[in-house]
């Protein structure tokens, strides 16, 4: 039993380029979440999905995309990455009545 | 609007020290609370929970939480400190619905 699966684990991106972070639950969880964490500032919400096909934004969604095509999967895409950009990212899932999300290892990423 | 307080940025201890740390949020109505811990360059560990019930939650590694519905409050304690609970904790709510909101986090030196 895998958890959350986080990959690529650190990245470096120019700014202007596009990626993708990967996000794996293997534990049939139907709430997954992406957080970015900055310090001084906790971890803000950037979109969530409560199952496959349904994604909605959170407290700071822009420059960021996802989409939820299966209950497993909840990619992050950065669409043309900033400086501002530059944080560790989570990924989290939960289900109705578990006790509390799950989180993955995190994505450090770097924009320069 | 619904949002989530910790009353320390930063904490600085030493070994046998009791700890506690403050986390109030402004919302009347049901909520469920999370203290989390990050272990420098780790991801968040779930130190315990409170849903519902006894408002006095015992979690893991010593650590307690009193959720005071009067005082919007849930802080965490625990009685004597040891150089391995150096981490930065997160107080995290879940509102009315499935989000999970942070605190800014506060960040606990334990010398030794």
């Known amino acids: 039993n895998a958890g959350v699966t986080q990959t690529p684990k650190f990245q470096v991106l120019k700014t202007g380029q596009s990626m993708t972070l990967q996000c794996a639950q293997d534990?049939?969880?139907?709430?997954m979440s992406w957080y970015r964490q900055d310090p001084g500032m906790g971890l803000r919400l950037i979109h969530y999905?409560?199952?496959?096909?349904?994604?909605d934004q959170g407290e700071v969604p822009n420059g960021y995309n996802v989409s939820r095509s299966t209950t497993e999967d909840f990619p992050l895409r950065l669409l043309s990455a900033a400086p501002s950009q530059t944080s560790v990212y989570f990924c989290?899932?939960?289900?109705?009545?578990?006790?509390?999300?799950?989180f993955g290892s995190g994505t450090r990423l770097t924009v320069v | 609007a619904q949002s989530v307080s910790q009353h320390n940025h930063h904490v600085i201890l030493s070994e046998a020290a009791s700890l506690e740390l403050g986390c109030n949020y402004s919302y009347g109505g049901t909520v469920n609370l999370f203290w989390y811990v990050q272990y420098p360059g780790q991801h968040l560990q779930l130190l315990l929970k409170y849903f519902s019930g006894d408002p006095l939650v015992k979690g893991i590694k010593g650590f307690e939480a009193e959720f005071i519905k009067s005082k919007f409050s849930f802080n965490l304690r625990k009685p004597s400190v040891q150089w391995s609970d150096t981490a930065e904790y997160f107080c995290a709510v879940i509102f009315n619905d499935y989000k999970l909101s942070f605190g800014a986090g506060t960040t606990v030196t334990v010398r030794a």
């Open positions: 999905s409560v199952g496959a096909g349904i994604t």
């Open positions: 989290a899932s939960s289900a109705p009545g578990w006790p509390g999300y799950t």
């Open positions: 534990m049939n969880h139907e709430y």
